[in-house]
């Protein structure tokens, strides 16, 4: 049952008062046909969290709105507890797993980093169904913007996707390096693509490669691999992190006016965190200019890194086997500057977005994130033979508590269909 009031014919030259009354109307009548079938089938057996599924599961589905007003829940503060169930997939099932995250391969001892489960405060967080998720981006398009943790996510999210429905064919256009793939699951003509941007913005490494590693960012320009082609995508997931650590040399209207971690004793030191704003506002306003662009905008929120004795540069390692208690580890130092960094920069996207009819949502999976220094390959990224000391504490094995973030990803994508469902009413 489909009411919407903007699709009815003529509805402007309708006076007002008529409208009303045809509005009331149509609402009495829309919840007497949920609520009625409802209770009708309700058995003292099945709670009110849990509908009977298969044939009344329309029903239930359609009522649910009228629930969550009065019910909402912040799925990203909780605490990670143990569960019997393992993981969605394993490096056998799944074969979009990239070499540096397949933990199990590369001999990963332990298992026990895969029987958690992240239960926020006040409600629960579902397990991910892959066939709810695709059915609620039948027809449509994602894609994922950033670093190698957002590809992290987007071979999570395959994995958890192709082990339920099947292998997704490799459309990419230009695929030579990885960098920017496409895959479409045929039966539901759902694209998922990614797009190489660490920092969102224009950035040109020096080549040949200087000494420092010094990149050059141009803070207020968008980074053209992305930005020309969003617009036809449905939801665009946004994210970037570690790399705004390395030496910079910022530009500002084609002019540099200062850099991070300076080799130059007269330049200005602007630090990692002025780069990593500048970042996200130019993102967010690119993609409100977009005239095109009809999507949703989630930002996922900083990946924090978990090195212990050090950094990935001075044999820093991530040697722990269990999550932390949310009453054992705050954000801090870097972590905690980033995270609010990219909150702010989002508030006041969100405010402007909103304006120009633009939806933008936060993926805020940090402080689930930051209680799992179990999750990283360590020195699992590689065979051990390969002989490399760098322990990796910024990825996430696969399967492993990235996967989570998809969990959020589909628990979005419901509240989201669900609230505009609410809004048309
Ligand atoms: C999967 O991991 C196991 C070890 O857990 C290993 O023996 C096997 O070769 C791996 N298979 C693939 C396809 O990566
Ligand atoms: C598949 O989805 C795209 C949008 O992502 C749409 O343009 C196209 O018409 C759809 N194709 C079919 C066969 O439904």
Request: glycine fraction near 6%; hydrophobic fraction near 35%.
């Amino acid at each position: 049952m489909k009411i919407n009031v903007a699709d009815l014919p003529q509805g402007k030259t309708i006076p007002h008062n008529i409208l009303r009354f045809l509005l009331l109307v149509l609402t009495l009548t829309f919840i007497c046909f949920t609520l009625i079938p409802l209770c009708v089938y309700q058995t003292p057996a099945s709670s009110s969290s849990s509908y009977p599924s298969h044939s009344h599961r329309k029903v239930a589905y359609e009522s649910k709105p009228l629930r969550l007003i009065r019910k909402k829940c912040d799925i990203s503060s909780g605490e990670w507890i143990p569960q019997t169930q393992g993981p969605y997939y394993t490096n056998m099932t799944c074969k979009h797993i990239h070499d540096q995250q397949n933990c199990m391969l590369h001999g990963r001892p332990d298992t026990g980093y895969l029987y958690w489960r992240w239960k926020p405060g006040d409600c629960e967080l579902p397990r991910f169904d892959a066939r709810q998720f695709l059915d609620i981006v039948r027809g449509k398009s994602m894609a994922f913007v950033g670093d190698s943790v957002a590809r992290n996510q987007m071979q999570s999210l395959l994995c958890m996707l192709s082990t339920t429905v099947g292998e997704p064919v490799d459309v990419s256009e230009n695929s030579w390096d990885g960098k920017f793939k496409r895959w479409l699951f045929t039966d539901y003509n759902f694209t998922i693509a990614t797009f190489w941007s660490p920092q969102l913005v224009k950035a040109k490494d020096t080549w040949p490669k200087e000494t420092t590693g010094l990149m050059h960012l141009y803070v207020d320009e968008p980074d053209e691999a992305w930005i020309t082609k969003i617009d036809k995508f449905d939801y665009v997931i946004i994210s970037a992190g570690q790399w705004f650590w390395r030496p910079l040399l910022f530009y500002e209207h084609g002019k540099v006016v200062g850099c991070h971690i300076c080799f130059d004793k007269k330049m200005k030191d602007l630090t990692m965190y002025y780069g990593y704003r500048r970042a996200f506002r130019t993102a967010f306003k690119a993609i409100s200019k977009r005239k095109e662009f009809k999507g949703v905008v989630f930002l996922r929120t900083f990946s924090t890194g978990h090195f212990e004795d050090g950094t990935w540069k001075t044999g820093g390692t991530c040697p722990r086997t269990k999550p932390f208690k949310s009453s054992e580890k705050r954000l801090k130092e870097f972590d905690l500057e980033f995270y609010l960094t990219q909150m702010e920069e989002y508030r006041a996207a969100e405010r402007k977005a909103r304006k120009r009819g633009l939806k933008l949502r936060l993926l805020d999976t940090t402080q689930a994130t930051l209680l799992r220094p179990d999750g990283h390959p360590g020195p699992y990224g590689h065979f051990p033979q390969e002989n490399r000391i760098v322990h990796d504490c910024v990825h996430w094995c696969l399967p492993g508590p990235i996967d989570t973030w998809n969990e959020f990803l589909l628990q979005m994508l419901k509240t989201d269909g669900e609230r505009s469902f609410e809004e048309r009413l």
